[in-house]
């Protein structure tokens, strides 16, 4: 079962098929925001109709010029067939600026409108480089551009196995159950996983107001390697129950104490506490990744910031040779994890109930987690698609691969939530 | 009584110091203060390497302290919102995306940064996040999505000499040298 290379296709089409039975989805949510081929995003560009014979220079000046920095993925020249077999050639001169005004064009492209005695036109060309063929069919009708078949090695980011597969989904649903589990209320919760022991590191609710955090716990060593299967899920399905039972107002309501769904609104909680800790930035994510560097301090305690022992000599080795041994130590599963101290949640998994709000999704970028996994949307503030698109930043020093798990049992609950999300919108 | 610009200077200064304490700690140099009605009610400077929590940036460093601090006096979260509502950051380098999400949702008045940060940056140089641009309805002050204003370029070049102290003495708890995972690739 390979189901995790799709983008928004199969997910419309899981939609329209909610009420029979599905089987749980990992999908993707890629780089940049999905479109159907035939609705990708534009824009306006100068050309003009050239004499075949004029080709070849005008492409060469014009390269010089002013080439296509943010286009790259699109061709100079436009072929048309006019009929009769007779060829037409459209030079691209430049991107529209400055609503148009073909006198807003560079002196130099101006200077070669006049002298080649062009008759400037507007027109469309795709923003982004195609992903897939058919992507790229839909684009070459508007304008030529060029396709490149991804060729990076995507094993280990998407295509799940069969049992990894049922590891994320229980991982997912060990999640739920923590963002479940007071009653009255859902909040987010966070579980950072080391999926190479299959070892629960961290796992938290949100604190953001102080009754709301039953489950906050750093996993003590080696006691939680089977911990997904031994979930008691009476609680999920008792909590399922109610959310469906409940209208879609009482539903809101139910979830408005998700930090990373209203970040702005800590102030005015419902559950307004007077006693204990609450703290408007301890979203789910965020305490998570605190517990999980608690347990590094506690499990590597001895460890000097200028590295004696093991880094010390570790650095005799070319970086890349010191490279390799940290990557096959952490990777196995047999050496005892005291033998390396990971570099932050490196090679970590972190499983959200809610997509994370721009600061949970950063702080997540800063501790290096490998992968996201969250079941439901957040369309006021998500910032893995939603709002912002951060796996899609390319200036950032680090990129995870994120993708949604939609669990069977939560399709109903799915419709509730997006009921209530379209509601607001 | 002192001038605005010399008061945003003598601010900047004191984050310029924080940053210079988190450099001799071997943590990368950025430090801030929160100032509330004229007077500095925190600072903060980076502890990443300290914690091994990557999140521990200067600002939520000065933040958390203020939490705390205005918890224990007993204030509700309500009161809390009102104070920072009054609270100007100063610090040495533009908030990452993570301290400008984080400054939007508690509301503060203002910032004043240094050097712009060109990778991470929230306040312009990546995300807009100080920029409140809400289309979905909000109801009420208190839980509605908040702007702040930025002004960038306070002492930048001082920021941007600690910074690259830093980055020539090595960070001591960098991940893997970059080089050898993108021939992996």
Known sequence: MNRATGGTARRMKNKDEDTESVSPQIIHIPEKPPFLPHLQPTVKVHAAVIEPKDANTLVR??????????????????????????????????????DGEVDALPYEILELVKSYQLSTYITKVCKYAATSKEEWDEQCKLWPTSYHPPTYNISGITGFTEEESQSVFNFMRHAIDLATSCVGQVV?????????????????????ISSASPANEVSKEGSCSDYPENLNSSNLENQQTSLLDSSIGEFERVISNVACLHPWRWAVQSLSPSCGCWHPLRHAAIVAIEHSSARDRQLFPDYKLNGEDS???????????????????????????????????????IYLAWEPCAMCAMALVHQRVRRIFFSFPNSNAGALGSVHRLQGERSLNHHYAVFRVVLPEEVLRNKVVDAKIAGCG | MASYEDQTFE???????????????????????IVEDGEVVASGRNRTNETR???????????????????????SPLEVSEKFSNCMLYVTCEPCIMCAAALSYLGIKEAYYGCANDKFGGCGSILS????????????????????KCTAGIMASEAVYLLRSFYEQGNPNAPKPHRPLKQRV
Request: glycine letters at 4%; aromatic letters at 4%.
């Open chain 1, 61 to 98: 000046k014009l390269n010089q010029i002013a080439p296509l920095e943010n286009l790259r993925h699109v061709k100079r020249v436009q072929k048309k067939c006019i009929g009769e077999g007779k060829l037409q050639l459209c030079l691209l001169l430049s991107t529209v600026e400055n």
């Open chain 1, 188 to 208: 987010n919760a966070a579980v950072i996983v080391d999926p190479s022991t299959k070892q629960v590191i961290a796992s938290a609710c949100d604190g953001v």
């Open chain 1, 311 to 349: 880094i010390k000599e570790d650095c005799t080795l070319s970086p890349s040779k010191r490279q390799k041994i940290m990557d096959s130590d952490f990777q196995s599963n047999d050496r005892s994890s005291e033998s390396v101290r990971p570099y932050l949640c490196t090679g970590c998994d």
């Open chain 2, 11 to 33: 601010f900047m200064k004191l984050a310029l110091e924080q940053a210079k304490d988190a450099l001799a700690n071997l943590e990368v140099p950025v430090g801030c203060v």
């Open chain 2, 53 to 75: 929590n990557a999140t521990r940036h200067a600002e939520m460093e000065a933040i958390d302290f203020l939490v705390e601090q205005w918890q224990k006096n007993g204030l």
């Open chain 2, 129 to 148: 996040l100080h920029t409140s641009c809400s289309q979905l309805p909000t109801s009420g002050f208190a839980s509605s999505k908040k702007g702040f």
